[in-house]
Nanobody
């Protein structure tokens, strides 16, 4: 059974940082790329960052690449999203996604990030 469990969200002031984590189980994690998405209120889900199976290739939404960093630890079956200099527009539910595991995609339940003073 595939499971993706996000953690690390919360309330942070503008300019602050958060590190999101996604713990993965149920498939051979090191064989698959992973993504982080987010969905703000009344908006569609958007891709934030992607990382290859080995972690040596990353991709970011253009407007976020200076502030967000995706990484992974294949020994621990985890993927991370470091978010710095957070802005109110970063407020959203953040989701971990395994986009193509033997033809299927899997999502976590999401973790809420709220940036507010």
């Amino acid at each position: 059974q595939v499971q993706l469990v996000e953690s690390g969200g919360g309330l942070v002031q503008p300019g602050g940082s958060l590190r999101l984590s996604c713990a993965v189980s149920g498939f051979t994690f090191s064989n698959f790329g992973m993504n982080w998405y987010r969905q703000a209120p009344a908006k569609g889900r958007e891709l934030v960052a992607a990382i290859s199976k080995s972690g040596n290739i990353t991709h970011y939404k253009d407007s976020l690449k200076e502030r967000f960093t995706i990484s992974r630890d294949n020994a621990k079956n985890m993927v991370f999203l470091q978010m710095n200099n957070l802005k109110p527009d970063d407020t959203a539910v953040y989701y971990c996604q395994a986009p193509n595991v033997l033809g299927s995609e899997y999502w976590g339940q999401g973790t809420q990030v709220t940036v507010s003073s």
